[in-house]
T-cell receptor
């Protein structure tokens, strides 16, 4: 069975500072990895995904993530955050391409 | 494209009442998912359909919950009878080229 761990439930950071949101997964088979963002009172939307190929994946809004197979991690990074990045971020995995397992989420708060 | 459309956006009902949540997926997306989101349990998959056929309903909490997809453009999630512990945000999502597209959710409050 697969599982996803997001160690930080809340991450406060000042505007224009860099941020890293951590994601680790557990799976006995190869997986596809995703980061989704949820703004208040909205559904989730895709930030980026890793299916194969380059381990560094670039997404929307200046976010990127790096797949590390040996450490079973897929951490999300942004070099300079904006107030508008305040949201909840979810890491997700699937090996079937259909049964997605989501992590518990990390609430990013960008402070002025 | 209008995206995944869910209704109602908010529903307040009393314990024991029937609740029906509706979803219209994006046209051409062949897989549809129902998720439930709560503070305590996070995002849980309830059921998903491929080409209108239920594939995995192992996440449906109990017999009070049922879901249908009579055609490619419509799905319902029904709770009968509803209980206070069913209070949550219910999301519908459709899948295309490996990406889930979520609706804005239906916030259910059962008093």
């Amino acid at each position: 069975a697969q599982s996803v761990t997001q160690l930080d439930s809340q991450v406060p950071v000042f505007e224009e500072a860099p941020v890293e949101l951590r994601c680790n997964y557990s799976s006995s088979v190869s997986v596809y990895l995703f980061w989704y963002v949820q703004y208040p009172n909205q559904g989730l939307q895709l930030l980026l995904k890793y299916l194969s190929g380059s381990t560094l994946v670039k997404g929307i809004n200046g976010f990127e993530a790096e797949f590390n197979k040996s450490q079973t991690s897929f951490h999300l990074r942004k070099p300079s955050v904006h107030i508008s990045d305040t949201a909840e971020y979810f890491c997700a995995v699937t090996f079937t391409g259909q049964n997605f397992v989501f992590g518990p989420g990390t609430r990013l708060s960008v402070l002025p | 494209d209008a995206g995944v459309i869910q209704s109602p956006r908010h529903e307040v009902t009393e314990m024991g009442q029937e609740v029906t949540l509706r979803c219209k997926p994006i046209s051409g997306h062949n897989s549809l998912f129902w998720y439930r989101q709560t503070m305590m349990r996070g995002l849980e998959l309830l059921i998903y359909f491929n080409n209108n056929v239920p594939i995995d309903d192992s996440g449906m909490p109990e017999d009070r919950f049922s879901a249908k997809m009579p055609n490619a453009s419509f799905s319902t999630l029904k709770i009968q009878p509803s209980e206070p512990r069913d209070s949550a945000v219910y999301f519908c999502a459709s899948l295309y080229t490996g990406e889930l597209f979520f609706g804005e959710g239906s916030r259910l409050t059962v008093l």
